[in-house]
């Protein structure tokens, strides 16, 4: 499966429409005092309304590439164009006003409140009070965090998860095409950072900025990524979207990066809602007696029959084609979710299949487990 | 984002319960928080009120009379306090800007130099100093004023520069990243945020002069030393113990005042 190959792997964006927003070309950065070049010979593109992951190990450049984006390191060489424009030699504070940055813990400012913390880079772009202060308000909503309550309080009275939200509003203040995320959620604990994560994909939907995100946790990269930049001592070894580089590593760094349980986390890139599902039939509880039973059961040969109640959620199987419906237990996953989650949802309640239900709790299909197996089939219309 | 929402919530209500708590007892918050600067000003209050009892109940000739006539005390006082002021913010205006300049990264290979040199002043002895620069150059308050600063800089040097130190380097980062050029960097992040330790440095330059500038009398730039000097040469008790008590007075009440002042900044800076 991975073929071992020297060059870097840099496949073609499959949005072709798509016009690249930020492009490195031959970028080098060597430290002084080091004669190892710590990102070399790096060409890289990201089409615009893209979030690109940027992961490898430690030391691998990728922060390095990040800060060379808005400049905060100067590269070697190399050159950097940000939507056509060549930046690699223009003002510097001036650049990274025109650029969104995201910190670990979000990097605010203590001595600031929310909202100053929110207008720091509006109020350098000579924007007005009243306008600086709408903004704040605005973004704090967009963020989930109630103005009224935040605007005046300081980053200490705030969680992590709270501060790492103005964060991203802060850097989304002066509405910049384009943002870089320097290990965002690392020092977020894993359920806040599940939450944060989900949002940020739901702003990342309204606002739709071309994001360049470092991290070093491939979970986080496979769930976050248009693409995924994986980087190995300052060379890119390979740059696609998420399922290229799960089930195609372009090599034996990228295989033994992404390493084992790659197939597994697959799971989570497969949406219920893309899937073509059982068809389920239901029968509301208490309206059929044993007679009804029987019949339901004969005529609906090979499609499932769940029981639900008056609000017509699913609450047990009364027929299975394959089985004995009375002793297989009922379980539940909304169609919102991955078949990571339905997977989970079928080892939690021991069952070898799962009803996949909608925002209302009715049944929409079921899943079986030999699917997994069997191959998934994408509904018709899905890529 | 249901979650977020539930959060909002929760946030709703605990600024509700914070504007009731404002609205109850902000003087009692302030008590349950400072009530401890209360006992400085009263052992102060305390030791005064003894000591004019006492000297009230003896029987002054006409010499302890004329040195303690408030006009000389005061005189004597006010020269005193002028003195540790003007060094002070002599101290402030010097050591401040230079400890900035040193934490710069232009200039950090001369932060040990400097910082040397500032110790080797602090470890002279104040009184040695004044003497031989009254010799060196001219006895009165200029010299002693020049003394005074030169002693109490290194504690002002060296909070600016380890108060710079301690600014988290993320937010330095944070700033450049937003695009703030390193001046506004400096000014806008460091600088507020080091203030907190600058000021305890000043606050210790600051009894640092008052207590030294006893000593200022001896090369004639007057100060409570003064008094010291004339119960001495008078042999008169009764002016040692009101001189004493004073210059202790005035140590302790601007030590009380630097502290809360000191407590004002922390508070506002977050």
Not at chain 1, 14 to 24: C, E, N, R, T, Y
Not at chain 1, 83 to 110: A, C, M, S, W
Not at chain 2, 35 to 54: E, K, N, R, S
């Amino acid at each position: 499966m991975s073929e071992t190959t020297d060059q870097p792997v840099v496949e073609t964006p499959h949005g072709a429409g798509k016009p690249d927003m930020i492009v490195l070309e031959g970028v080098e950065k060597i430290y002084p005092g080091s004669t190892q070049p710590a990102v070399s010979e790096l060409d890289l593109a990201i089409p615009q309304g893209e979030i690109v992951m940027l992961i490898g190990p430690s030391g691998c450049g990728k922060t390095t590439t990040l800060k060379m984006i808005n400049r905060l390191i100067e590269p070697t060489s190399g050159r950097i164009l940000l939507d056509g424009k060549d930046v690699t030699h223009v003002n510097g504070d001036q650049l990274r006003r025109e650029i969104g940055y995201v910190i670990q813990q979000g990097g605010l400012f203590p001595h600031f409140s929310i909202a100053d913390n929110i207008g720091v880079v509006p109020k350098m772009l000579g924007w007005d009070k009243q306008r600086i202060r709408e903004r704040a308000d605005e973004l704090l909503h967009l963020v989930g965090l109630e103005p009224s309550t935040f605007r005046d309080r300081y980053p200490r009275q705030l969680s992590g998860g709270q501060q790492q939200r103005v964060g991203v509003a802060r850097a989304l203040a002066a509405d910049p095409p384009v943002m870089l995320m320097d290990e965002p959620f690392g020092a977020i604990d894993p359920i806040t950072r599940e939450r944060l994560q989900e949002e940020f994909l739901d702003i990342q939907r309204t606002v739709g900025k071309t994001i360049a995100f470092v991290t070093h946790d491939l979970q986080e990269a496979v769930k976050l990524g248009d693409k995924i930049a994986v980087f190995a001592t300052g060379r890119l070894e390979q740059y696609a979207d998420p399922d290229t580089v799960l089930t195609r590593p372009a090599n034996d760094f990228v295989s033994d990066f992404v390493g084992g349980g790659a197939a597994v986390r697959r799971l989570s890139l497969v949406e219920l809602a893309h899937l073509e599902l059982h068809p389920v039939e239901t029968d509301e509880a208490g309206t059929s007696g044993a007679t009804g039973q029987g019949t339901a059961a004969g005529s609906r040969n090979g499609v499932a029959v769940a029981e639900v109640d008056g609000s017509g959620r699913p609450v047990s199987w009364r027929h299975l084609p394959d089985r004995d419906a009375a002793g297989t237990p009922l379980v539940t996953v909304p169609i919102s979710g991955s078949v990571y989650d339905a997977v989970d949802v079928m080892l939690d309640g021991c069952a070898s299949l799962v009803a996949v239900v909608d925002e209302e709790g009715r049944a929409q299909g079921v899943l079986h487990w030999n699917d997994l197996v069997g191959g998934l089939r994408t509904r018709q219309g899905h890529a | 984002m249901s979650t977020a929402t539930s959060e909002t919530v929760d946030a709703q209500a605990d600024a509700a319960v914070e504007a009731e708590e404002k609205k109850q007892g902000t003087v009692a918050r302030l008590w349950s928080q400072h009530y401890d600067l209360v006992i400085l000003p009263a052992i102060i209050v305390v030791g005064l009120a003894l000591l004019f009892l006492y000297i009230s109940t003896q029987q002054l000739d006409s010499i302890e009379q004329r040195v303690l006539e408030p006009a000389n005390v005061l005189g004597l006082l006010r020269q005193h306090l002028v003195l540790a002021a003007v060094s002070t913010i002599l101290v402030l205006v010097i050591a401040v800007p230079v400890g900035i300049m040193l934490s710069r990264r232009w200039a950090r290979r001369l932060q040990g130099p400097v910082l040397a040199v500032g110790g080797f002043a602090q470890a002279l002895p104040p009184f040695g100093v004044l003497l031989l620069m009254a010799f060196a150059f001219s006895f009165g308050p200029t010299t002693a004023v020049v003394g005074l600063t030169l002693a109490a800089l290194l504690p002002v040097l060296r909070n600016t520069v380890i108060g710079l130190q301690q600014v988290d380097q993320s937010l330095i980062e944070a700033a450049r990243g937003m695009g703030m050029s390193a001046r506004q960097t400096l000014f806008r992040v460091e600088v507020p945020l080091a203030v907190p330790v600058i000021v305890a440095g000043l606050r210790v330059a600051l009894v640092l002069n008052v207590g030294t500038a006893t000593l200022a009398s001896y090369i004639g730039a007057g100060g409570l030393g003064e008094l010291v000097q004339q119960a001495l040469r008078l042999n008169r008790i009764n002016v040692l113990l009101v001189a004493g008590g004073i210059i202790a007075a005035v140590a302790l009440l601007i030590d009380w005042l630097a502290g809360v002042a000191e407590r004002v900044v922390v508070s506002r800076s977050g």
